[in-house]
């Protein structure tokens, strides 16, 4: 089970950090994602970090701007976000599951609830 948390509003150009809490046991080929589905659009992937190395992963549209983590001890994700703009307003969901050579492909089974990001210009 995995539970985000952080969203706000926040003005362009603000930082954010959401968090994900994962319940359970994590296995080797661990991945988390983070995802956003902004209004009358499609869910996206924006970031994706393997658990037990930490590589990780981004799309274009947040590379440079935004930073996914991973603390083992505490079982939990991150997703730093930084120069927030407008056009990143949209609901933020983590999700856990098996990776793949490209993490945007890996198979997320496990979902959680999203959390809100509001970008005022």
């Known amino acids: 089970q995995l539970q985000a948390s952080g969203g706000g509003t926040v003005q362009a150009g603000g930082s954010l950090r959401l968090s994900c809490a994962v319940s359970g046991s994590t296995f080797s080929n661990y991945a988390m994602g983070w995802f956003r589905q902004a209004p009358g659009k499609a869910r996206e992937f924006i970031a994706g970090?393997?658990?037990?190395?930490?590589?990780?992963h981004y799309a274009d549209s947040v590379k440079g701007r935004f930073t996914i983590s991973r603390l083992i001890t505490k079982n939990a994700a991150y997703l730093q976000m930084n120069s927030l703009n407008p056009e990143d307003t949209a609901l933020y969901y983590c999700?856990?599951?098996?990776?793949?050579?490209?993490?945007?492909?890996?198979?997320?089974?496990?979902w959680g609830q999203g959390t809100l990001v509001t970008v005022s210009s």
């Open positions: 999700a856990g599951g098996v990776a793949a050579a490209n993490l945007r492909d890996a198979r997320y089974d496990y």
């Open positions: 970090i393997r658990w037990s190395v930490g590589t990780t």
